[in-house]
């Protein structure tokens, strides 16, 4: 079932030399200037089927910050943490919304819709937090992305954290107004201090198609042959990623690309092919509704060529 | 990839005779007598497979109202008219928001915010009328759905037509502001007309199933071998489907069942599983969400036992 | 406590005079071509005190089309008819949106928030339909204004009605809305045609002023000497006109004016000085709330300059 | 045209004697334990009229706190100091939403509605701390208030200060969220802190009474002469007061009161008989909207019997 890896490094290959050349970028995030500083020119491409061939393109082996991209990992975390008692928690509908608005908690009632939103994942970072210290907390995130790309190298960009802490009242707002609903049980300033880091942890293209292959593979560490999460629990954790994954753009990704994916603010989105392959995309410039617009087509093509759209082929 | 015959016809038995029986069935809608008047213990379970084969179990041969199942024939239909240009009249985002809410109209200038809400599916329906009286548009409707399911016999109810027009006054409220901003092209009646009666389609849940087959064999009849819809937008349907198929409830059967599925309040749900099969069921009992309670756990079974989730076997 | 004869008319000249020349006057409406065919420099102000002196300056005898203005007269009407139940019908807070959005309408189960917004006036139409033909209730309407007016010639402008009538679909989507609900009793076409038609009543500032006189004087009509309506209710008409007279405005009219008012998009106003005077302006300019420009600063100067503010001299 | 001293005491009495004996009395707050614990059968009621007479009946000389009532004093100092370049900051329009709702700011960019709304009182007090620490802007309020009401024994409930700090999630929300906009420009928790403590002045319904005489007087101090605002601010307070007073509610006080008015969730009101008397009137339960309920009855009763409603005797 898989492609024949010469046949998917070529894909690949040819897809990022046509993609490195384009001009129709869309902006830079430039909230804080940790984000704005990158390069906009840079694009990545990484493929890691269910074989273990990783087909890799451009800047693949460059750090940038994942952001929104890690509502996937504590996302997995906290299920397994706490099971399905988490959905008493946050929703599991798309937002229909911009993707930090508030209305929606006012209706209802502080619950978030869904883990991908900023408020839903402020809420599963608070269910992680719960009975630990925020720094304990990061540290068992940070160890939990590790095992999963399976390098010890991955770490927090302290300057991206600070920056978005100091910056990040939308957030404040958000976890506040769900605190005022008793949605939030820890002091809102630790769950927003291990929220604010554990986006800024910065990994390559290379990295993250590592660690996103237990959502291709059923739940399983490739590497280690241990589980990450029960199979179940993975094909929905692909169900999230489809339906919610992309802000208000995510029935579009899923109408063009056809695959489970989260994208981030860094322009790097995660995608799966399931029972196929982990593949990860970084350009910095974004969509209107934020999203990676050079990643969204690479991811478009990508599925095209290799019939991996899990709506027919 | 198909499942073997027995296995299927073993499936699709043992979870209707398991689900015949239980009592946790939800209500039965009653906002029309047509629809009230239905038997709430009425069951059927009807899959189709990519190689003709097809299991049927319950009350298969029961004629039905198909309500907003007919949104997909007619999101098809104007695809095919009008191509692209459909996504100028609406768009194609989950809209996070009870079933016929009217404000996210009022943020969205007008625009639906996909072709499976009720105000979408208007917008999609005038399409359709464009250039034509309302009775040929119908007629064109109802050709079109016969012919998917190679069935002549397919007709509208007309008794429950008249009594949603009679008192349709929501859509009606919809029609109007779509109008308002122009989204709506010919008389309001007109375009309400021909929404109320090819949503008052009868079809019985084998029907359903062969109508269905495009969707799952990458746009072609199988028994024309004529193509119905390019299979790229046979696959885009799908994705619709998933992300906004269910209401506010869309998040929730593709976390559950994993497949493309649109319900419909008369208890009818058609599901897609891409590649393998068509597949129908009807229970009239309905969720909070307007969903078939029974259909969506009839469905949620199958799915798990033959593997079909697109999320991961 | 009337102002003498000749300072009120000094007053009115002076004022009119000054306005007159003012280049900034916004626009005129122009949804339907009868509005925007008036004369955008016409300019009327007309003062009728509670000692039945009258002062008028500009084209004070000239038609325009009252429009929402028509309101006040209604809503006196339905009072009269059917009392406080009125208000189980609608309710008396201010909007706090955009004229005719239907957003509240969803959130409070189709009951409009007052009684001035245009839901809440249809609602106020409907009650006054009830057990009539919509051609009886608009007699009665009509001869309720013309007996206000002490003035039998004062009718309806039936192009204004009309084309009205074909346009007004934002005003059916919201009857509509509310028929939903139950809120509206009569067939919606027959209300909606009483609504457009009162809507496009024809009067002169000097007719209009005469009208408003029972306001300013607890409730009676002082040609007559008859009650028209029992004076705490008059007094809580000119409530309501305060708080929500002017559309998104009418915090902003408080402010400045400080006098009940009830403005149209025809680009009069009718406002009210409690015990002291009824008064009629009107400049069909229009500012970004759909209030008279004009209208609104020669109220302001009179108020400040005859000290009739009701919240201090 | 002040009532005779003996008119309006026996006025104030009477309706003091028949309003404590009901039983009909409404919720105390009880988001705090502090607001909770006040004995729910007090009441009290005090006219200052602008001769300087005083009439009080009831519990007029025990304290309770004034609450949202300081959004009178703070916003006219804030006016004081910044003029009408106050209103690039705060709206002056009705909400006609509950009162600590954050849906309209999403809508308006962080600007909230009007001053007497959480939000916009946050705003405001956000001014008045500009250029200060929050210790001197709250010695600043405070030292106004003493003056208005000439005792300089008013003084701020820290236990109540401090409860509202520990649990005011919704308006930490609020204020982060204008911060995210740029319209709070201090540190989120300075503003808050003085916020909290200037609701949480504790006064007499005597010294309210007193503390309000410049809004009666067209801004001037009785005792000292001194002008404590412009005549014209003076009423353009009034105005908002009686447009937004009161909540969601704000329209019904105008209805059946016919006064300007400024409630609090500790159960008192302020309200103002422009030219005539200030008045202030204390009872803890509230209703629905969280205005006093019997201090409402009172305030109807007063302006009935002694024709003071500002929309005609």
Chains 1, 2, 3, 4 share one sequence.
């Not at 050349?21 to 840079?42: F, H, M, Q």
């Not at 994942?121 to 925020?134: C, E, F, K, R």
Request: aromatic residues 8%; glycine residues 10%.
């Amino acid at each position: 079932m898989n492609q024949p890896a010469p046949e998917l490094d070529r894909a690949v290959k040819e897809i990022a030399d046509e993609l490195r050349v384009r001009t129709d970028r869309g902006e830079v995030a430039s909230y804080i200037p940790e984000l704005a500083k990158v390069d906009p020119s840079a694009f990545a491409l990484v493929v890691v089927d269910t074989a273990g061939n990783v087909a890799a393109a451009g800047d693949a082996d460059t750090l940038f910050s994942i952001q929104s991209i890690s509502k996937v990992f504590t996302l997995t975390l906290a299920i397994g943490k706490v099971g399905n008692r988490l959905w008493q928690r946050v929703g599991r509908e798309p937002s229909g919304s911009p993707f930090n608005s508030i209305i929606q908690l006012e209706f209802e009632k502080g619950i978030p819709r869904n883990p991908f939103i900023n408020a839903g994942a402020i809420a599963v970072t608070d269910v992680i937090l719960s009975g630990h210290q925020p720094r304990e907390a990061l540290g068992e995130i940070l160890r939990f992305v590790r095992f999963l790309a399976d390098d010890s190298s991955i770490a927090i960009d302290k300057a991206v954290a600070a920056s978005e802490q100091r910056t990040g009242f939308r957030n404040a707002a958000l976890a506040n107004y769900m605190k005022s609903f008793g949605v939030i049980e820890n002091p809102v300033e630790h769950t927003l201090g291990v929220y604010f880091h554990h986006c800024a942890i910065a990994m390559t293209c290379r990295q993250l198609a590592m660690a996103g292959r237990y959502l291709a593979q059923f739940g399983s560490n490739p590497t280690t042959g241990l589980s990450v999460v029960h199979p179940e629990r993975a094909r929905r954790i692909n169900a999230l990623m489809l339906t919610c994954g992309h802000y208000d753009g995510s029935g579009e990704f899923a109408y063009r690309v056809g695959l489970p994916g989260k994208s981030g603010v860094g322009g790097g989105i995660l995608a799966v092919a399931p029972g196929k392959a982990s593949i990860a995309v970084w350009s910095p410039g974004l969509d209107a509704s934020g999203n990676s617009r050079l990643g969204q087509i690479a991811l478009e093509q990508l599925s095209k060529r290799l019939g991996w759209s899990i709506f027919g082929a």
